[in-house]
């Protein structure tokens, strides 16, 4: 199909959500930092958001290097 | 639930007629203003009015109005203001061309409602795995939400019709995922986007008579963010818009910097001589899903946005799959 790759990509994107979920859940849902008294929620989010900002830009990454795999090999970009 | 057909029947009615009867006179007012733009991809001069957006918000707030009264949530009231400011935005971008800056920041402004009237819960729920609890952290989730469907229906808007069409399948799916949930009320609330997209879509479709704009794209992905923040499907909703988020993501993969496409000098498509759309040879011009999509072979307008809505209809397919797969637990 001539289509392919891109229906291809979007698959892939999908299945890199799905298991950037997995990883969010297992590595960030337990995060729970005590001790620091009323800024306990806070260094809570900023470490998990610190988590997800790094999951989110290996996602890119991943999806950067798949994008080139894939339509510099088919569209010759 | 049977109490929620007569105000969902309702409301989608008064969406789409709103709409459908608002549209034909503003082209005529767009006409006599000479508010109209060339259609670059058309023989000869052909001019098309916009914007579209004031036909789109009047269907948006007739039909929230309508479900308000009936329901009296909050979150028909988020749904309402925040894709009102995001209209905002808009109409000040159709107007007077601003910086690439100014959408995300307006955009973000436009979330507020949300976070006010505490239309949000800060589970974030992903298939499979469950949710995981980010009270704070999805404070941020929320503007990059709004931030995120604002634009990307807007830069999908990228031939005849594609924008609207676009948003019909999207918003059907997000309405399946939110009816499977059983999240009924913000399910109701939901269908007046497809509604009022069908609607506009009538006079958007190739061979365009009125193009929505700034104003009506934001608007339409900004509601289409704010339904799913306020139904807790944000991933759900990220999935059935994969292919305009891949179009965004290889917008900022080739030019690695937030800038307004208006702003870019090399043309990732040409046209043939008999008006199709090719890929340009130009190394330096950006990678786009048009491009990709006529890379191998020059498309018309109406094919290429073909393809696009069987992208469309292959992601509302796999974002269905993952709603069911909500309710199962590894």
Known sequence: ?77 | MTELIIPAVVSCVVAFFTVYFMTPPLIKYLHKKNLAVKDIHKPGDVMIVRPGGPAIIAGIITSEIVLYAFLQMNEILAILITSFLAFVVGYVDDRKTMGGWFKPLGLALAALPIIFLGAYDSDLAFPLFGAVQIPILYLAIIFFMIIITGNTINSIDIANGVASGFMVIASISLSAALFILQNYEIAIASLPLIFVSLAFYKYHKIPSQIFPGDSGALTLGVMYGAIAIVGQVEVIAAIALLPAILNSFLFLASVKKIVDHRELNEKPVELTSDFKLKSTKNKKARISLVRLIVANTALSEKEVGNVIFKLALFSAGLAIITAFMMEIRI
Do not use: C, E, Q
Not at chain 1, 54 to 75: C, D, E, H, P
């Open chain 1, 1 to 77: 199909m001539m289509h392919g790759p891109l229906f291809g990509f979007l698959f892939l994107m999908w299945v890199l959500i799905i298991i950037g979920g997995a990883i969010a859940v297992i590595i960030l849902g337990p995060i729970s930092i005590s001790g620091y008294g009323t800024f306990d929620p806070w260094i809570n989010s900023i470490v998990k958001g610190a988590v997800a900002i790094g999951l989110s830009i290996l996602w890119v990454l991943i999806l950067a290097k798949m994008k080139n795999l894939i339509f510099r090999k088919t569209f010759n970009f």
